[in-house]
């Protein structure tokens, strides 16, 4: 049985787009960063959206810079 691999990282949100964010580790910009858990729009949930500039630790299921989503905002 194959383990998943989980990274954590901390980085810089540099753009919003809808529940999906751009986050800036160090000097590489990654987009599609997710804000929940899965992608789908859904007006009757709470979603905290960060400010561009906000720093934020995000969490990668794979081990790297993929399936990334922000699990906390300062």
């Known amino acids: 049985m194959e ?3 989980i990274a954590i990282y ?3 949100v ?3 787009e809808g529940v999906t ?3 800036t580790f160090g000097t590489l910009d990654v987009s599609g ?3 929940r858990a899965s992608e ?9 959206v960060p400010k561009a500039g906000t720093a934020v630790i995000v969490g990668s299921l794979s081990g790297d810079l993929t399936q ?7």
């Open 40 to 48: 789908t729009e859904n007006g009757a949930q709470l979603l905290v």
């Open 33 to 35: 960063v997710r804000l």
């Open 3 to 5: 383990r998943s691999r």
């Open 21 to 23: 964010c751009t986050v």
């Open 68 to 74: 990334l989503a922000v699990l906390a905002v300062d």
């Open 10 to 12: 901390q980085g810089i």
């Open 14 to 16: 540099r753009s919003v």
